[in-house]
């Protein structure tokens, strides 16, 4: 009788452990990772060169409200938490064309590692920023909609 209990209650359960467990967009052709992704080493001088020269695309994962107060001219709009709740390989690819370096940047450089962590499973070469969005502005960077006065 307990063996009968226990085997129903595994495949009960079995449904439930496996949904949603991979995302849809991933399972398209995701790969393993790496390694541990860490911030890049690159001087934000190496960065904007590589961006004019369109070897590189900026990468904003902060939320729209966030990107909606400013945000670095020129940079694409991805945020963690859209990549966390509907992976889209698709639109990744669009907006990164192939061998093109993705500069992820956030607020101060958490999310940042975490969604290019994701965008790396797809085969994007991923250059995670330390620097958040103000402190790209005070480097350099030019803004959509913001200074540091916060104007």
């Known amino acids: 009788m307990l063996r009968r209990k226990l085997l129903l209650g595994f ?8 949904c949603g467990s991979i995302p849809a967009a991933m399972a398209e052709d995701p790969q393993p990772p790496k390694k541990e992704l860490k911030h890049t080493t690159d001087s934000l001088e190496q ?5 004019e020269k369109k070897k590189a695309v900026l990468v ?3 939320e729209l409200v966030e990107w909606n107060n400013g945000h670095i001219a020129g940079a694409v709009h991805l945020p963690w938490r859209g990549m ?11 907006l990164i064309p192939e061998g093109t370096i993705a500069y ?48």
């Open 11 to 18: 495949v009960i359960a079995i449904p439930f452990l496996s």
């Open 47 to 51: 960065v904007k060169e590589r961006i």
């Open 60 to 62: 904003d994962v902060r």
């Open 84 to 94: 966390q709740e509907k992976p889209d390989a698709k639109k990744y690819r669009e």
């Open 104 to 151: 992820t940047y956030c607020e101060v450089g958490y999310r940042s590692l975490k969604a290019g962590a994701m965008l790396e499973k797809f085969g994007i070469e991923v250059r995670p920023l330390k620097p958040g969005y103000k402190e790209l502005v005070a480097a350099g960077f030019k803004s959509d909609k913001y200074d540091l006065d916060g104007r």
